[in-house]
């Protein structure tokens, strides 16, 4: 088992920033992606970006050049800084951990990030 504890979501205003972090403890070795997802009100939850245990990205196209994903394999955290945030960037950010690319074995419980205009 993994277990993920996200942190740093807020209210923030719209060009602002917010750096969300999520700790991993557990059963790390079989993790090789960590990631974000979102969940904004009554839409389907996406992905984010992924960042594997090598260091190779994956984001979603509409926060490309705005959010940037990285990982401390020692502390076994992930991070996920967002910059020029815009009021559709509204939801619950959920920290993912998974073999691949879209796969998901685990999530944590949420962290609501709100942008207000």
């Known amino acids: 088992q993994v277990q993920l504890v996200e942190s740093g979501g807020g209210l923030v205003q719209a060009g602002g920033s917010l750096r969300l972090s999520c700790a991993a403890s557990g059963v790390i070795f079989r993790v090789n992606v960590l990631g974000w997802y979102r969940q904004a009100p009554g839409k389907q939850r996406e992905l984010v970006a992924e960042?594997?245990?090598?260091?190779?990205?994956n984001y979603r196209d509409s926060v490309k050049g705005r959010f940037t994903i990285s990982r401390d394999n020692a502390k076994n955290t992930v991070y996920l800084q967002m910059n020029s945030l815009k009021p559709e960037d509204t939801a619950v950010y959920y920290c993912?951990?998974?073999?691949?690319?879209?796969?998901?074995?685990?999530w944590g419980k949420g962290t609501l990030v709100t942008v207000s205009s």
């Open positions: 993912t951990a998974g073999p691949g690319w879209y796969q998901v074995d685990y």
């Open positions: 960042i594997t245990t090598g260091g190779r990205l």
